[in-house]
């Protein structure tokens, strides 16, 4: 009786993720000849190889950190336990932050797992879905009435980060060639800030917590009272230039108007 295909590749896929698996029979099935364990192991190798150099090439400012070597090491362990849950290759590693948390060996370079983060999170925003962002004037098309109901549809590029390292400053730190001297002169503090990808150019951005604060609130689905009065003094007195932000940075792509505030007044 003949293995059904679905067993055969389960079998074959486990065999190459473990070493310790012997070689799968369906590869000798008819071929007259033994097992031939090291033909197998390149097939091994090279998964090994091509989902090591994929979590590199997801995190370079982590392995810029911790050097090639070590970086290998953690590649390795974390491949080992975390296969691929999809075909498409650009979506392996988004456990890769919290494993890095959990890496005992990294514990000495505890702002490694929050730096994943904010890496994986540029690479969610690079390959989200376009959208047009909207400039300021789309505000002054909803009526006077309704803007204290309006909600913002955020980018889908948009993705929030705080954290309690200075996360964004390292990142921004590995962009050009002085990497070593803004490592020197950076304030070692925690950090707010967003990734967003409005158009064609991915922008890193470091914020004030405030503004981080705001941001979150809109793309909670808050009405923009609602973000005001939680905001208290700090947004109510600086609402223009919160919004100013906001739109320049192309981090609106919608504005829902709530209906009632489009009657007529003798509805």
């Not at 698996?21 to 369906?26: A, C, G, I, N």
């Not at 990734?195 to 914020?207: D, F, Y």
């Amino acid at each position: 009786m003949l293995t059904p295909w679905s067993d055969t590749q389960a079998e074959f896929a486990l065999a190459v993720r473990d070493p310790g698996r012997p070689v799968p029979d369906v590869l000798d099935a008819g071929a007259g000849r033994a097992h031939h364990p090291g033909r197998f192991n390149v097939y091994r190798n090279n998964h090994m190889v091509s989902l090591c150099e994929a979590i590199e090439a997801g995190f370079p400012v982590c392995s810029a950190l911790v050097g090639e070597a070590f970086f290998l090491q953690l590649a390795r362990a974390y491949v080992a336990s975390h296969p691929p849950q999809s075909p498409v290759l650009i979506d392996y590693g988004d456990t890769f932050p919290d494993f890095v948390a959990a890496f005992a060996p990294a514990d000495r370079v505890p702002f490694l797992s929050d730096v994943a983060r904010l890496e994986r999170l540029c690479a969610q925003s690079y390959h989200a879905a376009d959208a047009r962002a909207l400039v300021a004037d789309s505000l002054a098309q909803v009526p006077a009435n309704a803007l204290s109901g309006v909600r913002f549809s955020m980018h889908p590029s948009l993705r929030l980060m705080c954290s309690d390292w200075p996360v964004f400053s390292i990142w921004h730190a590995h962009q050009d060639c002085e990497t070593a001297e803004r490592l020197a002169a950076m304030t070692w503090s925690g950090e707010a800030g967003l990734v967003v990808r409005p158009g064609l150019a991915m922008e890193v951005m470091l914020v004030e917590p405030s503004v981080h604060r705001f941001i979150a609130a809109l793309a909670a689905g808050a009405t923009l009272h609602e973000v005001v009065e939680d905001g208290g003094e700090t947004v109510a007195s600086n609402l223009g230039g919160l919004l100013s932000f906001v739109f320049s940075a192309g981090l609106v792509a919608g504005i829902a108007t709530p209906a009632d505030a489009l009657r007529p007044a003798h509805a």
